[in-house]
């Protein structure tokens, strides 16, 4: 038996217990923020601006500050997978979250962990599961009745397989006594008795790849936004001061 099986039934015993245009004023659609903008446009359009070294340094500044903001340069983590629970099981699904993480060398990650005090629950919920190659769903009785996170399972049911034929919506059965809605019955799903030998069938190389692509793509995407940004800055700069 494994250690997460052996885990799980210690645990289940206690329960029961640019553009570049120069048409003015901003045709960059991906300005960052009015006093930015307003910023600039005092420096840059005074007749008599002395556009020196400390005058371009303090925009420099003002308008790094404001990237920053806006587009940080911060690692969005990605996942290999993260793993839905219902927040009754919050304390037993993170502890395998952390432990298949370990086992298998992946980047796991409760959604969960993510939802603070003020944060919408179901935006949260969508990034996460765009930042994971794979999502796991631990099924347990408390799930079912989470009129929540049931609905985002059901959604995510209806098409288990990705175009590209691998699974990218796993039912891990943790409560094989549970009575299962219609939509998964039919479903493939996974038990504990059985992870052991499919996790390294479900996340192949290709699979583990896609959280560093994902990566790579998205600080590309910040790079290009902020660039467009001090293109602009610089040209309006520029302008002045011939």
């Known amino acids: 038996m494994s250690v997460l099986l052996k885990w799980h039934s210690r645990n289940d015993s206690k329960k029961e217990k640019s553009h570049d245009n120069a048409e003015d004023p901003f045709p960059l659609p991906t300005w960052p923020g009015q006093q ?129 034929g691998t699974i990218r919506d796993i039912p891990l059965l943790i409560d094989k006594n549970v009575v299962l809605p219609e939509p998964l019955i039919l479903i493939q799903k996974l038990t504990l008795d059985y992870i052991e030998m499919q996790f390294p069938k479900i996340f192949t190389n290709t699979i583990r790849m896609e959280k560093l692509e994902r990566q790579v793509k998205y600080e590309m995407q910040v790079n290009e936004m902020r660039v467009s940004v001090l293109k602009y800055v610089i040209k309006r700069v520029s302008i002045n001061m011939k």
Not at 94 to 101: A, D, G, M, N, V
Not at 102 to 116: A, P, R, T, Y
Not at 133 to 140: A, L, N, Q, R
């Open 36 to 164: 930015l903008e307003k910023t600039v446009e005092e420096i840059v359009s005074q007749e008599d601006i002395d556009i020196n070294c400390e005058c371009i340094s303090e925009l420099g500044r003002k308008v790094e500050l404001e990237l920053q903001s806006l587009y940080p340069f911060e690692k969005k983590e990605q996942y290999d997978f993260c793993m839905l629970s219902s927040e009754s099981d919050i304390v037993e699904a993170e502890i395998l979250t952390r432990s298949l993480s370990k086992q298998f060398e992946l980047v796991g990650h409760l959604v969960w962990n993510s939802v603070h005090a003020g944060n919408d629950q179901f935006t949260v919920f969508e990034d996460i599961i765009e930042r994971s190659s794979v999502v796991i769903f631990y099924i347990t009785q408390n799930l079912l009745d989470d009129q929540f996170c049931c609905h985002i399972m059901r959604n995510r049911m209806v098409n288990p397989i990705g175009n590209d």
